[in-house]
């Protein structure tokens, strides 16, 4: 079943060069995309925001900390290893069971999510589309993209009920950041994030 769905999805690549030029692109870029998105909250968000950004990074890093121990753990060759696949993209042929870059951008996404609907609701869009991706371009079975959300959900649950634990980490930050002098700053309380 899971090559079934692989399959289906990994046909239509190759047939299309102007689709798969826009697909190569969003999947490599996925990553830098989230990375502004969080960048651009940082800058000019307020500081619920800024909260927000630093609590996604540390639910990104987790899921991704989480990926590499299940990798350790079990072994899945990826698609291209052991069937003839359309790989649009070159990849090294490590374990294709979870996927990396779909883990990380639904931690970042769901984190946002949790505290800023509309922005993480668009970011969870894009999200979705870079699972779908890697699927497309020949990297990854729909099971590692769909393990690789649970993983993200999972971690980006206990981070945000674990949030007034890991206060300090983001107020720490914050202050450090907040005492430099030539940077855009947006103060706010802090209290819309523990309520």
Same mark, same amino acid.
């Given at each position: 079943?899971?090559? @079934? ?28 995309? $989230?990375?502004?998105?969080? =960048? ?8 619920? +925001? %800024? +909260? ?25 060759? /990826? ?17 294709? $069971? ?11 996404? =769901? ?5 800023? /609907? @509309? ?6 869009? $894009? ?6 991706? /890697?699927? +497309? ?22 981070? +945000? @009920? ?16 907040? /005492? #430099?002098?030539?940077?855009? %700053?947006? #103060? !706010?309380?802090? %209290? !819309?994030?523990?309520?």
């Amino acid at each position: 079943m899971n090559y @079934k769905l692989f399959q289906y999805i990994n046909q239509m690549a190759g047939h299309f060069p102007l689709l798969d030029d826009v697909m190569v692109f969003a999947t490599q870029k996925a990553l830098v995309v $989230f990375a502004i998105a969080l =960048l651009l909250m940082w800058i000019f968000g307020k500081e619920n +925001y %800024k +909260y927000s950004v630093v609590y996604a990074a540390i639910t990104g890093v987790l899921g991704l900390f989480i990926n590499f121990i299940i990798g350790q753990i079990y072994f899945e060759p /990826r698609p291209f290893v052991t069937h003839k696949v359309h790989t649009l993209i070159a990849h090294a042929a490590d374990a294709s $069971f979870p996927s990396d870059h779909t883990t990380g951008v639904f931690s970042l996404a =769901l984190a946002v999510f949790f505290f800023h /609907r @509309k922005l993480g609701f668009g970011l969870l869009l $894009f999200a979705i589309l870079t699972g779908f991706l /890697r699927i +497309y371009v020949g990297h990854h079975y729909p099971f590692d993209v769909l393990g690789s959300i649970i993983a993200a959900i999972i971690v980006s649950i206990f981070i +945000y @009920k674990i949030r007034s634990l890991l206060q300090p980490i983001p107020r720490t930050i914050i202050n450090i950041y907040n /005492r #430099i002098p030539i940077v855009p %700053k947006n #103060i !706010e309380s802090e %209290k !819309e994030l523990n309520h």
